[in-house]
């Protein structure tokens, strides 16, 4: 197993180039190449970082990729996996980008997206339904989810309040409970 | 428009995007089109659309393409940049403190209640895009015929979405 920093890289860039349509494809390919392929991390390792990585914020991609960067070589190894998973994606957008300033007004353009659109958002309503079948939601906690639902999709409100007001929340809880057992 | 508040906007759009993927876009569309104004909501649903086509995370490529279309390749850099640093400096913590932090009852409690409010902001990213994507019945079939294909099938989202391009092209 090499863990040479141009080896990290391209395995990193591989994953970068070769997962399109978001992190939970990404995923698979990721620990093939991680743990089966090149033996750098455990899978015990694996599954830890993925969880640390989905619970922080930002892309969950860009996060695993820090996370398992430092475990194969410290800081250097973070920068080049970071760097090969990113690298693909921001010449793919620079590309497209210029491109678009272009042509995006050409009536064909306009017709393939009046095609896509609607197709984009079948695409997140699927992953949504699978969701919330897996979010244990009960009596209790439904309400959630649909008050943030109405309140960002309706209203206009930033998501940045709800996340502070959870934060707040779950804290005050925390204290809260901790305060009963003592 | 400052390279600052661009970099501002994507550290604060990238600290606040739990839940990965879908999650953040609810966050991107206020940022970056109610709040300042960057794209209109339809250029939004568009990029969104090149998103899943292309390679990367939304928020990396939502960066990307909004900084280089407001600063050309120093734009699109400095807005990456800013969208990855909370990563980075969370990442590097957590990591760092060998994931003790993740065990913490009041830590895991955090990330069990904000899993609700990221299915809530889904559930907005979906009224988000859709008001900038229905537009008769044109969209509305392309909707359920892509929604019955999506969920039957499995396809590659990759394929779903040049089929709809091509219907769009022929039909649309």
Known sequence: MSKSLLSIFFTFLKIGAFTIGGAYAMIPLIKREVVDKHRWVTEDDFLDGLAAAQSCPGPIA????????????????????????????????????????????????????????PALVALIVVPLIEMTKNAKLNLSNFWVPLVAMVLVGLLGVSPIWLILATIVFCVGQSLWLKGRLS | MSMLTMFATFVKIGLFSFGGGYAILAMIQQEVVTRHGWLTASEFTDVVAISQMTP??????????????????????????????????????????????????????????????????????????????????FSVLVFLASLAVYWRFKVNPIHLMLGAAVVGMIFG
């Open chain 1, 62 to 117: 860009v996060n695993i990729s820090i996370y398992l960067g430092l475990h194969i070589r410290k800081g250097w190894g973070m920068l080049v996996a970071l760097l090969g998973t990113m690298l693909p994606s921001i010449i793919t957008i620079i590309l497209v980008a210029e491109l678009f300033t272009h042509y995006a007004d050409l009536p064909l353009v306009r017709k393939a997206f009046h095609g896509l659109k």
């Open chain 2, 56 to 137: 990367g995370p939304i928020a990396i490529n939502a960066a990307t393409f909004i900084g280089y279309q407001q600063a050309g390749i120093w734009g699109s850099l400095v807005c990456t940049f800013g969208v990855i640093l909370p990563s980075l400096i969370l990442m590097l913590v957590i990591t760092l403190t060998y994931l003790k932090l993740r065990k913490l009852p009041w830590f895991k409690n955090i990330f069990q209640k904000l899993r609700w409010v990221t299915l809530g902001l889904i559930g907005a990213a979906v009224i988000l895009i859709g008001k900038g994507s229905f537009d008769g019945l």
